[in-house]
Antibody, heavy 118, light 107 residues
Framework: EVQLVESGGGLVQPGGSLRLSCTGS????????MNWVRQAPGKGLEWVSY????????QYADSVKGRFTVSRDRAKNSLYLQMNSLRDEDTAVYYC???????????WGQGTLVTVSS | EIVMTQSPATLSVSPGERATLSCRAS??????LAWYQQKPGQAPRLLIY???TRPTGIPGRFSGSGSGTEFTLTISSLQSEDFAVYYC?????????FGQGTKLEIK
């Protein structure tokens, strides 16, 4: 079965850090670019970050640029999102998504909840 | 930065009827547009990519059209499982962006 599984979410204080992981299975992880997308409670989807299959191209939304870092480990079929200097407005469910073709996301994880609160 | 605007915010339609959802881009995205369906507590599901192409497994009652800045998702005969929130997303350039969503509810 083709799937993505996120982990690492939780409760963190403002200004704190958290590292999210996303592990792929059932497909060749290394040949796909990947995206992180988040969804604040009761709100819509927000694109967060992109990383190409070889990690040569990395992009961020302005809202997280300079605070978040995306990376991937080919040997572990894993994608990561290091989140620093967290703010209340970063509270959201974070999804990893497989990019297929030239930009659409065909496989999504179940999401992991990040809550930033004192 | 390209901004995506969806309309209406909420659409009330009876089962068996047709639903038409709109998505507008602030500048041309060519046909680099996808549509997703999201049900409560679930991850989004890809419905359409390339503005009009259905992935394998997506029912034929879902169709997409448009190019440039104006796009439409049509659901030809609504089934009970189609009541959900629908998002458009462009991937023409970074930053990618989603529309704010259209909630399709039962009339």
């Amino acid at each position: 079965e083709v799937q993505l599984v996120e982990s690492g979410g939780g409760l963190v204080q403002p200004g704190g850090s958290l590292r999210l992981s996303c592990t792929g299975s059932g497909f060749t992880f290394s040949v796909h670019s990947m995206n992180w997308v988040r969804q604040a409670p009761g709100k819509g989807l927000e694109w967060v970050s992109y990383i190409s299959l070889g990690s040569t191209t990395i992009q961020y939304a302005d809202s997280v640029k300079g605070r978040f870092t995306v990376s991937r480990d080919r040997a572990k079929n894993s994608l990561y999102l290091q989140m620093n200097s967290l703010r209340d407005e970063d509270t959201a469910v974070y999804y990893c998504a497989r990019e297929y073709g030239s930009g659409w996301n065909d496989i999504w994880g179940q999401g992991t909840l990040v809550t930033v609160s004192s | 930065e390209i901004v995506m605007t969806q309309s209406p915010a909420t659409l009330s339609v009876s089962p068996g009827e047709r639903a038409t959802l709109s998505c507008r881009a602030s500048q041309s995205v060519n046909i680099n547009l996808a549509w997703y369906q999201q049900k409560p507590g679930q991850a989004p599901r890809l419905l359409i990519y390339g503005a009009s192409t259905r992935p394998t497994g997506i029912p034929g009652r879902f169709s997409g059209s448009g190019s440039g800045t104006e796009f439409t998702l049509t659901i030809s005969s609504l089934q009970s499982e189609d009541f959900a929130v629908y998002y458009c997303q462009h991937y023409n350039s970074w930053p990618y962006a989603f529309g704010q969503g259209t909630k399709l509810e039962i009339k």
